[in-house]
Nanobody, 123 residues
Framework: QVQLVESGGGLVQAGGSLTLSCAAS????????MGWFRQAPGKEREFVVS????????NYADSVKGRFTISKDNAKNTVLMQMNLLKPEDTAVYYC????????????????WGQGTQVTVSS
């Protein structure tokens, strides 16, 4: 069982930056791929970025490439997502997710979820 707790959301102006953090429980964190997904009001949950268990491979949605960066610290059981050059369309609830094994872009294939943290980008 893995428990995830996100933090770091908030209100920021367009062009600004935020860092989201996800703290995970469990002793085999390095065996879990981690991901960030987001859901805006009235829209389906969508993939943002993911990272492999050992941190060696990452995948980014086209909409955030070059602006968001994910990192994983297996010693601290944490995942960070640095978000730069934020746009109003990045406004959503952001969810941290974990799955044992490889990373996938389909949110339905992820097993563990945090409670979500709100990110609001004003224009």
């Amino acid at each position: 069982q893995v428990q995830l707790v996100e933090s770091g959301g908030g209100l920021v102006q367009a062009g600004g930056s935020l860092t989201l953090s996800c703290a995970a429980s469990g002793r085999t964190f390095s065996m879990y791929a981690m991901g960030w997904f987001r859901q805006a009001p009235g829209k389906e949950r969508e993939f943002v970025v993911s990272i492999s268990g050992n941190g060696g491979a990452t995948n980014y949605a086209d909409s955030v490439k070059g602006r968001f960066t994910i990192s994983k610290d297996n010693a601290k059981n944490t995942v960070l997502m640095q978000m730069n050059l934020l746009k109003p369309e990045d406004t959503a609830v952001y969810y941290c997710a974990a799955r044992f094994g490889p990373q996938f872009g389909d949110w339905r294939l992820w097993n563990y979820w945090g409670q979500g943290t709100q990110v609001t980008v004003s224009s």
